[in-house]
């Protein structure tokens, strides 16, 4: 067995595809219709683009539960997934710069510098750095 | 303050509040990433931190999960495929990134990315003159 996707829940596919992308800087990997508006679509990291792939499932729209999940995370301030970052401090200053909002500025706890942003289909996200 | 804020704090402040401790084992770690080409023990190591051995990789092991050994071998392994994929033969490679052994460095190469790094090296190789 191989780890090759994390999903992540959205409330809007094409809208969580140009923000993952244009915003964040993904790149699309894959993009399938599977029924009615709802597609498969993957994404890399620019560095990494044979790594691990992101989903963006629609899950929150067609299943009760999930959205209540996704709701209460938020809710509370807890970031649904992570990624890492070479340095936390550029990242903010750059996706502040494009409109992002985050709900935590850069902090540390440890050995590790994080901060924690809005993705705009539902999700806190956070990015980290190892110090 | 959100839930997520208030129990961050609190883990911190019980957890995460020796900010000496910190600072030294965040050291380490910049060491082994500025000499991971070198030859580095526990011993030189805590030297650097005037810390014993035995203190150093309980503290190591607390703050990153893992091992200075598992640590320093995780980052030339991450350090040998950017060489590989430089074109930097296998023997050069594995000298560069600190191993002394052709042999144990293919195995351990092997065993954790899948291919060894001769086959590693092909396909990087193959996948860059595609891309230009």
Known sequence: ?131 | MTFFESEIKRIKESNFSNEKQIETVIGIKNFIDNNYDTKLNLDFLSHTRYVSKYHLLRLFKKYYGLTPRQYLIDTRIEKSKLKLSDGMSVTETCYAVGFESVGSFSTLFKSRTGKTPSKYRKEQLSRSKLNS
Request: charged share 25%; with cysteine.
């Open chain 1, 1 to 131: 067995m191989r780890v090759t996707i994390i999903s992540i829940p959205v409330r809007d596919q094409e809208k969580a595809l140009q923000f993952y992308t244009n915003t964040l800087g993904f790149i699309k990997k894959k993009d399938a219709p599977i029924d009615g508006e709802n597609r498969w679509i993957t994404l890399v990291s620019k560095d990494a683009q044979d790594g691990i792939e992101i989903l963006l499932e629609p899950a929150p729209l067609h299943f009760e539960p999930c959205k209540v999940f996704q709701d209460a995370l938020v809710k509370a301030g807890i970031p649904y997934t992570q990624f890492e970052v070479d340095s936390v401090d550029s990242e903010y200053e750059r996706l502040t710069n494009l409109g992002v909002e985050f709900s935590i500025k850069p902090s540390t706890f440890g050995t590790v510098k994080y901060a924690v942003f809005n993705d705009t289909c539902g999700n806190y996200i956070q990015i980290a750095e190892t110090l």
